[in-house]
C-alpha cells in the first residue's frame, strides 16, 4: 500500500516537472521548485518507488528517469539490472557504445543478468561480461540463440542456434561468484551451417546449466520401438551438468536425419536412465510430445517410473508438465511422493483416470492445473480439484475433439460450478461455444469473474463468422481454405478484452485467443488447423497515447502448435 501511494505522489509530481533553464518563466520556474523538492526525497523511498516500477512498467521506469538528474542517477541499477543484447535490435549499438565508454561510475556494476540473443559479436560479449566480472555482481546468464521476435517477421538472415563462443564460455565459467545458465533453443533446423544443428554439448554441459528449454529430434514413430534420436547426447550432457533444476523439452520428428546422424545408437527414445543418470536438483519438468495414431512418442512403463523415481529429489518438484499425455504409470508410481508440487498439466486420453486422481488428491496445495482434451474426463477428477478450492489461481480447461474432429462440450454449468467453488481464481481456461462470435452467456460469465488472465478456445464455424470467411471445399479437397481476416479479428478479441478489463475494477491483463477450424483433404477427410493471438494491456504511457492492448501472434493458420509462439505469448 505504502508503495501504491508513493507511485501516485511522483506520478502527480511528474507530470507538472519541467526543466528550468536561464530564460524560464516564473511560472516554470515555481514547477522546477517543487521538482527539486521530489528529488530531496531519501534514496530509500526512491528506491520503493523505482523498484516497484520496474516490475511492473518498464516504459514507465525511463519516463522517470528522464525527468530530472537526481531520478535518472537513481534509475540506473534498475535500467541495467536486466540487460538484452540483441544484435538485431536498433538500439544493440547504443547501449553497447555506453557500456564500452563509462568509466566514471561503471555502468556494468548495476548489471544483474545478461540475456544473449542473436547475431551479438563475440567481441562485444566478451567486453562486457571482463567489465561486468570486475565488480562480481553477475548472477544469471541467458542465452538464447533464436530470438522470438525474429520468428515472428520470418526473417532468415541470421544464425539461429550458434554455438557459444570458446572465449565466452571461458569468461562465464572463471567469472566469481558463478553465474546461473540459462539457455533457450528452438528451431535449429534453421541453422545455415550443419554443425549448428548439432547439440551444443559444451553448453549443454556446463555444471553452471540450470534450465533449458530445448527441441529434441528422433527418427521413429512408435514409442516402444527403439530408434535413433538425440536423447542420449542430450542424457550425457545434463548427466555432465548435474545442476539442472528447469528442464522443458519438445520432441520433434526428424524426418531427413539432419540431427541424428546413423551414428547414434538405436534406443527407446527418452531421456536414458539406464547408465546411473540423476537430475538431483529438478524441480521443474515439461515434456511436449507428438502423437503418432493416438500413441505417445514418451514411454511411461512402470520400470522407466521407477528408475526416474529414483533419479530425482522428488520433495524438491514444484511443476509437471504432461502437455497433452496422460502418463497413468507416473501417477501411479508418484503419489505421494510430490506433495510440495504447485503447477500439473496433463491430457485425458481412454482408460482409467483414478491414477490421475489420486495422484492429484496426494498434493498439499496446487495452485495451477492444465488439462488438454478436459471434458474427457472432468467428472472423474472433480472432487479432487475440488479439495484445492482455496488454493488454485490457474485452472485451464482446454477443448476435447474425439475422431475425426468431432468437438465435445463442456457444459455452462461447468462454468458456474468454477466461478462458486474457486475464490481465488486468477487465470482461467475455457472453451465457449461460437457461432459468430462467443456465445454471449458465456461472455457475462466470464465478465463477472474478476480474472488477470484469460485463455480463451473458439472453435469456428464453416459459415462466415467474426473470423474469416465461409469455408467452401470440393471433395477432392482443392479449395484453399479463406484465411483469417486479420484486422476483424484483432478487433472481435480487442471488443471481448475491453469487456473483461471493464469489469473486476480493471484488473484484467491479458487475453490469449485460441482459434480453430475443422478443414477438408481429398474425399472430404477433415483436419484440424489452429491459430492463436494474445492481447496484453499496456502500461499507462502507452495508454495514454491510445495503445490499449498489445497484439501478439502471427495471426495465420497452422497444423501443430509451436513452442516458438508458446515462448512468444509466455515472454514478458
Known amino acids: 500500500m505504502l508503495v501504491f501511494w508513493l507511485r501516485i505522489f511522483l506520478t502527480m509530481s511528474l507530470r507538472n516537472t519541467l ?70 535490435s536498433t538500439a544493440y549499438k547504443t547501449l553497447v557504445e555506453k557500456l564500452s565508454k563509462h568509466e566514471h561510475g561503471d555502468l556494468t556494476k548495476h548489471i544483474r543478468s545478461i540475456t544473449v540473443k542473436d547475431k551479438v559479436p563475440s567481441e562485444d560479449l566478451v567486453m562486457i561480461l571482463n567489465k561486468t566480472s570486475r565488480h562480481r555482481n553477475l548472477r544469471s546468464l541467458k542465452y538464447v540463440p533464436l530470438t522470438i521476435s525474429d520468428v515472428e517477421t520470418k526473417s532468415r538472415s541470421w544464425e539461429t542456434s550458434a554455438h557459444i ?67 542420449p547426447r542430450l542424457s ?24 541424428t546422424p546413423d551414428t547414434e545408437p538405436a534406443k527407446i527414445p527418452r531421456l536414458d536412465l539406464t547408465t546411473g543418470m540423476r537430475l538431483p536438483l529438478l524441480e521443474e519438468m515439461t515434456l511436449q510430445t507428438l502423437r503418432y495414431h493416438g500413441q505417445t512418442a514418451y514411454l511411461w512403463d512402470l520400470d522407466y517410473c521407477r528408475m526416474f523415481r529414483d533419479a530425482i529429489d522428488c520433495s524438491r518438484l514444484r511443476k509437471l508438465d504432461f502437455g497433452g499425455e496422460h502418463p497413468a504409470n507416473f501417477f501411479s508410481c508418484f503419489t505421494g511422493l510430490c506433495p510440495k508440487l504447485k503447477v500439473l498439466s496433463f491430457g485425458m486420453w481412454e482408460g482409467d483416470k483414478s491414477p490421475a486422481k489420486r495422484f492429484i488428491e496426494s498434493i498439499d496445495a496446487l495452485e495451477h492445473l492444465d488439462l488438454s482434451r478436459a471434458q474427457a474426463g ?44 474457486f475464490p481465488r481464481l486468477k487465470h482461467l481456461g475455457w472453451d465457449a ?50 484465411e483469417l481476416n486479420k484486422e476483424s479479428t484483432v478487433a472481435s478479441a480487442t471488443g471481448i478484452a475491453d469487456r473483461l478489463l471493464g469489469s473486476g475494477q480493471g484488473a484484467f491483463q491479458w487475453l490469449t485467443l485460441h482459434l480453430s477450424r475443422e478443414g477438408a483433404s481429398d474425399r472430404c477427410q477433415p483436419y484440424m488447423m489452429y491459430s492463436k493471438l494474445q492481447l496484453r494491456l499496456n502500461g499507462r504511457s502507452k495508454r495514454t497515447h491510445g495503445e490499449k492492448w498489445d497484439v501478439r501472434g502471427k495471426l495465420d493458420w497452422s497444423y501443430e502448435p509451436t513452442l516458438v509462439e508458446d515462448l512468444l505469448f509466455e515472454e514478458r
Request: charged residues 20%; contains cysteine.
Open 19 to 88: 526543466v528550468a533553464d536561464d530564460t524560464a518563466s516564473a511560472s516554470s520556474q515555481g514547477v522546477a521548485s517543487r521538482a527539486s523538492n521530489l528529488n530531496a526525497v531519501p534514496d530509500d523511498i526512491h528506491h520503493l518507488i523505482l523498484s516497484d516500477i520496474a516490475d511492473t512498467s518498464p516504459a514507465d521506469l525511463l519516463n522517470v528517469a528522464q525527468s530530472s538528474e537526481v531520478l535518472h542517477h537513481a534509475a540506473l541499477p534498475y535500467i541495467y539490472r536486466n540487460i538484452i543484447l540483441n544484435g538485431e
Open 165 to 231: 563462443p570458446p572465449a565466452v564460455y571461458d569468461i562465464i565459467h572463471a567469472i566469481g561468484p558463478k553465474p546461473e545458465i540459462r539457455v533457450v533453443v528452438v528451431d535449429r533446423k534453421m541453422a545455415r551451417t550443419i554443425p549448428h544443428r548439432q547439440m551444443d554439448m559444451k553448453l549443454l554441459s556446463s555444471p553452471l546449466l540450470v534450465s533449458l528449454t530445448y527441441e529434441v529430434y528422433m527418427q521413429g514413430f512408435a514409442p516402444e520401438h527403439p530408434c535413433r534420436s538425440e536423447w
Open 236 to 259: 550425457q550432457a545434463l548427466a555432465t551438468a548435474g545442476n539442472v533444476r528447469s528442464l522443458r523439452l519438445q520432441v520433434l520428428q526428424d524426418g531427413h536425419n539432419l540431427f
Open 378 to 421: 472432468i467428472d472423474d477428477l472433480w472432487p479432487a480439484i475440488e479439495q484445492h478450492k482455496d488454493t488454485l489461481e490457474t485452472l485451464i480447461l482446454r477443448p476435447t475433439f474425439e475422431a475425426y474432429c468431432h468437438k465435445v462440450v463442456m457444459p455452462f454449468s461447468r462454468l458456474k460450478d468454477i466461478a462458486r467453488t
Open 433 to 482: 461455444p461460437c457461432e459468430r462470435n462467443i456465445d454471449p452467456q458465456h461472455l457475462v460469465a466470464l465478465v463477472g469473474m474478476n480474472l488477470t488472465k484469460l485463455d480463451l478456445w473458439l472453435h469456428i464455424p464453416q459459415e462466415a463468422n467474426d473470423y474469416s470467411e465461409k469455408l467452401v471445399q470440393d471433395i477432392w479437397g482443392n479449395i484453399p481454405h479463406p
